[in-house]
């Protein structure tokens, strides 16, 4: 039903000002195996140094979900668009057909720590587009909180891919429950903690793919926080 993979076993990059662990290929990191699930692209855990950050680079074609943990973030981009992202916030931008953007850490002391999702889009050159909006633990505590969605149901940002991302804070020995619908494969990341799925200990940084169909059953262990997704 489930399938483990261990935070060790992801691709790295350490450039000094950012610390970076890659869930799937990415940059100089390449594995055929682990591409991606379904229109789920890209989960890097990034740790941004004081005073550093990404300069204006450029994006096409591409559903990104930045999952602010701790500290904050700024962020400017092509489209006019300027803000600073903190703890609990979740960002998503649609670079459809071209937009640029920097990320930086305001802080002059305190490191901030992201998560950075890509999905493929459902339509080649879309029009770019830019949404924020703030979970706080109180929206994500022991339960499954839709926090993206294709239609921006219960309250959840909307997106140009028919993927569903949950966010959850589990207090230890709360469980939740999420049944994923035939022919739609799931996939967990455990963001910070540990938690048991289907009865499998992970830790922090641990992921699992979930078979099509299956109901998974997440218990907290040790202040856990993840992200799940449900995808076609």
Known sequence: MISIRKA???GHANLGWLDSYHS???GSYYD?????VSNLRVINDDRIAPGSGFPTHGHRDM????????GALEHKDSMGNGSVIRAGDVQYMSAGTGVRHS????????????LQIWLTPNR????????QQHFPPAMRRNTLALVVSPDGRDGS???HQDALMYAAKLDDCARVEHRLAPGRPGYLHLARGAARVDGELLSAGDGARIAAGATIRIDGVDGAELLL???P
């Open 8 to 10: 060790g076993e992801r």
């Open 24 to 26: 799937f290929s990415f």
């Open 32 to 36: 055929p195996r682990q591409m991606g």
């Open 63 to 70: 559903e990104i979900v930045t999952y602010v943990m701790e």
């Open 103 to 114: 990320e930086y850490n305001p802080s002059e002391a305190e490191p901030v720590h992201l």
């Open 124 to 131: 080649i050159g879309g029009e770019p587009g830019y949404s």
């Open 157 to 159: 940002i909307r997106t």
């Open 229 to 231: 997704f449900d995808l």
